[in-house]
C-alpha cells in the first residue's frame, strides 16, 4: 500500500472531473443508447470539456509567509499550491461539481495542505486561526452535497485540507471486535488492512473505492450492506477529533449513559466542528459463506410492503434492495435483457453473509413469496453485486451525451414511503417540465430498511438542452420543498453540506440550528471550519 | 387508568421513603438472613425511620404572587405545597436518598407543579425564568443518581415539575410501529395502551413500574430486553422538547443524515437542557410465544466470554443475563435453594420471544453448550422473570436490618471486562474495609451485551455500623476513579445526576463538557433547568 498517496495498489487517483478510475469509464450500453431519444427525446452533445491544465482560476492569495506558517505545521513539502492539486480540491462530485469542472473558469481553493498526524491537524487548525484563513476537511473526495466547494466564508482565503495521509489501522482489539481507522482511510484500505486480520467493516456506499473513513463518520453514510451491519453511524463506537479550541477522545463502552452521547454530535457535522483523526468502529470476522438471490415482484408497492415484513422480522439479510418499474427495465436494457422488462415489474436483489445464512434466507423468502414475488435465482443478484460501484462512471457517460444525470435521497416511516415516493417524483418531473421544458426519466429504489421506515433513492435523467446547472438548481429546491412537504428527511446519507444547507431549519426547527451553531461557536469561534456548511455561517471575523 | 395520578390501576403512589408499594414489601428470606452476619459480621439495626408528617422542613420561599403565576401557567390547583408533596419529590430512591428520608430535617422543593400539556410546560419554564426559580423534571421519581436534588443553584427557589399527568399515547402508526407517548406515561401505562393496539414497548429496566417514558429517554435507559429490542435511546425515533428558549420537535425517518443527530443531544440530558414532553418510539406486535431457559456455566469468565461469542453472532435470545458466583449463590439462597450453590458456578437466563424462537434459541444453545454450559430448564428463569422487579424491596428490607445495600453500572468492551470488573470489586471491598472497617460482599452480572462489549452490574452489600451515607461517598468516589481508570464508562444506564457529575469531564474531557455546557448556555442562558446536574452550575444569574 502506498500510504504517501493514501490509495492502496491499483486505485488511481480518481479523475479530476469525472468518477473514479479513467481506466474503468464505462460506455453506455447499446440499449440504453437506443433508449433514451425514446425516454427523454432528443438531446444535446455538449462542448468538449476543457483540460485540467487549461482551466483559469484565481491565483493563491496565501503570501509567502503564509506557506511558511503552514509549512511549519504540516512540513513545506505538504503545502501544495500547484495549479493541479487545487484544482483537484475544488469540490466533490456531485452532477453539479462535474458541470462545474467542465467551465473553463473554476473557484479552487488557495492551497492544499497534507497533515500527516493528528497533531498536525491541530496545528494546521491553530494556524489557520491565527492566520484568518478558512479550512475545509477533505477526505476522498466524494461529497455528493457541495461540502468541498472552497468557500472562504469572511476570511482571507481558504485551504483544502487532504486527510490522505492520515491513513492506517491504528489498533484492532480482535477479542472485542473494534477497530480504529485513521480518518484518511479509504474503504478499501479499510477493508484490507482488516481482512489481514480476519475482519471486516461491511460498509460498501456507491463511493466506497474513494471516500474515506472519516468522510463516512462525517456524513453519516449508509452503505449497501445496511441491513446486515447498520448505518455507518451505528458502526461508531469512538472517535478523535482536532477542533480550533480543544481535542475530543469519545467512546469508552458501546452502551454509556454518561450524558448525550457526543459522538452524535459529530456524526453529521460534515467538518464544521472539528477534524476526524481517528474514527473506532466495530468489525466483524470476514464472512465465509454467502448466498445471492433476486426476486420478481408484480409492482414497486407489494415490494415496499415485503421489504417493511422483512424489517420488522428481523429475518436477517445482508443486503436488501427493491429497484422500482422503472429502474429494473433501465437495470435489464443494460444487461442486454430488454426483452424481459415488461415480465418483471419490480426487482429485489437479496444477499446473506455469515452465519446462519440458509435459515435467514429461508425467512426471508418465505416473506417474499408470500406477497407475490418469485425468485429469479442468483444471475441478477450477481449481476447487481459486480456493478455496484459502476453508477458514477454511468453517469459521466450520460453526461458526455448531454444527458442530465444526477441522483437523490430521503426517508421517512413505512406508512409515508409511498406518498413521498409519488411527491419527489412528481416534483422532478413537474420541475423540469416547468423550469427546462425537458422530459425527464425517474427511477428509485428501497437500498436501506429498517423496523419503522426506509430510504428511497432517486436516479434522474433528463433530456435538459439548455443550462443544465441552472436548471437543476431550480428542480432541486422543488424537490427538497416536496421532500420536506411530504415529511422526508432532507437527507438519508448525502448529508447536508450546502446544497441542502437552506433546507435544514425547516427539518430540525430554529431551535435545532441554534444548536449547531451554539456547538459551532463554541468550537469553532473563529468560524474557520468548512463556513457555510451545514449551518449558515456567522460571519464573525477575528475580533471576537 | 386514572390519568390524573398518571398511575395504572393497582399501583399505589411509590412509598415516600421506600421502594414502590408498602403492600409488595418482601422481607428477606430467611436463608439471606442466614447468611448475612456470615457475610459481613454483625450489623446495627438503624433507629426507627421517621414519619412522612414529623419531617422537618424549612418553609416554602415562594410568595403568594410566586405560587399565583405559576398558578396562571399550569392552574392553581396544580401547583401543590403541601407538606406531603414536597417531601415526595424531595429525590429519588438510590440508598443515599433513601438514607437522607430516614433523617429528622430534609430539603425538598418548594413547591410542585403539575402541567397538563406541553404549552403548560413551556409556560412554566418562561414563569420560571421571570421569577427566577430553578426547576427539576420529575418523572416517576426513580433517578439513582440524584438528578432529582432539590437543587436551586444560583436561583430564589426551586420547584419539581411533575410530570406526571402528561400521560398517553398520542399516536400509533401500527404499519411502521411507531408510537407517540406523553413523557409522563410510565412503562406499566404505556404497555397497557400499547397492549390494547397489540403492540408493545419492551422496555423493563428494574424502575419499571413507577419510571416514565421521558425518564427512560431523559437518563439513556436500558432495559431487561435489551439483547432483543435494544437500549432505549435507541428505541426512540423523535421527541418533543420544551426549553426555556423555544420548542424542538425532532425526528422524521428511522435514518437520516440531515445534520447531527439532535435527538441524541437531548437523550442523556436528565433534563439540564429542557423538558422532554413526548417521545416517539419503536414498538412491535406483542410476541405470542416465549422460550425461557436458565444455564449453568463453571465460572464467569467463561460465561461472559459465552455472552460475548452470542452478541458477536447475533443469535437472537430476547433477554440474555450472566451472574457472577456470588449472586448465583445469593440468589439461590433467596430460592430456598443453598444447597445447590457450590454446583452451581455462575448462572445464565435466557428468554426468547417473538418469531422463531425455537431457532434462536437452538443457536444460542450451542454457544452456551460449547463453552460447557448446562442447561438447567426454565424453573431459574422463570423465578427470575417474577422476582425481576423485586431487588428494590429486598433493599429497604436490608437497609431495615442495618445492611447497608446499593448498586452500581459501568460497561466496556470485552477485552476489558474482566479486568474492570476485578478493579471495581476491589474498590469496593478495600473502600468499606479502609474507610469504615467493614465487610462487604459484592454481586455481578452481565445484563445488557452489544458486539463489542457489555455492561456490568454490581450489588454491593455491607455490613457498616456508623453513618452509612458518609461512608459510602467516600467509597463511590473510590469506585467512580477506579472505573475510569480501568476503561470503563461512569455510566451504562443510571446516568450521571448530580453524583456522578463530578467524574463526567475525565470521560468526556473538558472539551466535551464545554459542548455539554455551551449547549446549555443557548437553551437555558438563566440556568433554570435542574441546575447542578450532568455539567457544573454556571452562576450566571438572571443578568446575562
Keep these: ?50 483540460e485540467l491544465m487549461d482551466v483559469i482560476v484565481a491565483p493563491s492569495t496565501l503570501t509567502a509567509e503564509d506557506l511558511a506558517a503552514f509549512g511549519r505545521t504540516v512540513g513545506p513539502e505538504h503545502v501544495d499550491v500547484t495549479h493541479e492539486a487545487r484544482i483537484r480540491h475544488a469540490g466533490g462530485r456531485s452532477t453539479p461539481d462535474l458541470l462545474r469542472r467542465r467551465a473553463p473558469e473554476q473557484r479552487v481553493p488557495d492551497a492544499v495542505l497534507r497533515p500527516g498526524t493528528h497533531d498536525e491537524v491541530s496545528a494546521v487548525l491553530a494556524a489557520a486561526v491565527e492566520l484568518d484563513v478558512a479550512v475545509i476537511p477533505f477526505g476522498g473526495g466524494t461529497s455528493v452535497v457541495g461540502a468541498l466547494d472552497p468557500d472562504r466564508g469572511a476570511h482571507r482565503a481558504v485551504v483544502s485540507l487532504d486527510l490522505g495521509r492520515l491513513s492506517g489501522l491504528i489498533a484492532l482489539d480482535p477479542v472485542s471486535g473494534d477497530a480504529v481507522l485513521a480518518a484518511g482511510t479509504t474503504g478499501p484500505e479499510a477493508e484490507a488492512l482488516l481482512n489481514a486480520e480476519g475482519f471486516e467493516l461491511g460498509h460498501y456506499p456507491q463511493s466506497f473505492r474513494y471516500a474515506t473513513i472519516g468522510g463516512f463518520a462525517a456524513a453519516r453514510s449508509s452503505g449497501q450492506n445496511s441491513a446486515g451491519y447498520g448505518r455507518f453511524d451505528t458502526m461508531v463506537t469512538g472517535i478523535r477529533i482536532a477542533t480550533p479550541t480543544g481535542d475530543l477522545e469519545l467512546g469508552r463502552s458501546p452502551g454509556s449513559a454518561a450524558g448525550p452521547d457526543l459522538i452524535r454530535v459529530f456524526l453529521g457535522s460534515e467538518g464544521i466542528f472539528g477534524v476526524i483523526t481517528e474514527v473506532r468502529v466495530r468489525v466483524h470476522p470476514v464472512p465465509q459463506r454467502r448466498i445471492l438471490e433476486s426476486w420478481s415482484v408484480p409492482d414497486f408497492t407489494t415490494g415496499a410492503d415485503a421489504l417493511r415484513r422483512v424489517a420488522q422480522s428481523a429475518a436477517g439479510p445482508t443486503v436488501i434492495r427493491l429497484s422500482d418499474e422503472a429502474e429494473t427495465a433501465v437495470s435489464l436494457a443494460q444487461l442486454g435483457k430488454i426483452g424481459k422488462v415488461l415480465a418483471k415489474g419490480a426487482s429485489i436483489v437479496t444477499v446473506y453473509e455469515g452465519d446462519d445464512i440458509e435459515h435467514r434466507r429461508s425467512r426471508t423468502a418465505e416473506i417474499l413469496r408470500a406477497v407475490g ?7 441478477d443478484a450477481e449481476a447487481w453485486l459486480e456493478g455496484r460501484f459502476d453508477g ?134 473563529h468560524g474557520i471550519l468548512n463556513p457555510g456548511a451545514v449551518v449558515a455561517i456567522e460571519r464573525t471575523g477575528r475580533t471576537d
Tied chains: 1, 2.
Design 392 to 525: 458514477p462512471y454511468l453517469r459521466d457517460s450520460l453526461l458526455d451525451a448531454g444527458v442530465f444525470c444526477e441522483t437523490l435521497e430521503t426517508a421517512t416511516v413505512w406508512s409515508a414511503l409511498s406518498s413521498l415516493r409519488d411527491a419527489v417524483t412528481s416534483a422532478i418531473r413537474e420541475g423540469f417540465a416547468a423550469e427546462a421544458g425537458a422530459r425527464s426519466y425517474v427511477m428509485c429504489h428501497i437500498s436501506h430498511v429498517y423496523p419503522t421506515g426506509a430510504s428511497l433513492y432517486f436516479t434522474i435523467l433528463a433530456g435538459v438542452r439548455g443550462d443544465q446547472l441552472a436548471a437543476w438548481e431550480k428542480v432541486k429546491a422543488r424537490v427538497n420543498d416536496a421532500i420536506l412537504e411530504a415529511g422526508g428527511t432532507i437527507s438519508h446519507h448525502h448529508a447536508v453540506g450546502r446544497d441542502h444547507a437552506p433546507w435544514l431549519a425547516q427539518e430540525i426547527g430554529e431551535t435545532g440550528v441554534r444548536i449547531l451553531s451554539a456547538i459551532k461557536r463554541e468550537l469553532d469561534p
Design 373 to 379: 414475488g418469485t425468485s429469479s435465482g442468483e444471475s
Design 1 to 50: 500500500m502506498d500510504r504517501e498517496s493514501g490509495r492502496i495498489d491499483g486505485d488511481r487517483p480518481m479523475r479530476w472531473n469525472g468518477w473514479g478510475d479513467p481506466a474503468h469509464a464505462k460506455d453506455l450500453p447499446l440499449a440504453v443508447r437506443a433508449l433514451l431519444p425514446l425516454l427523454l427525446g432528443r438531446t444535446r452533445r455538449p462542448a468538449d470539456a476543457v
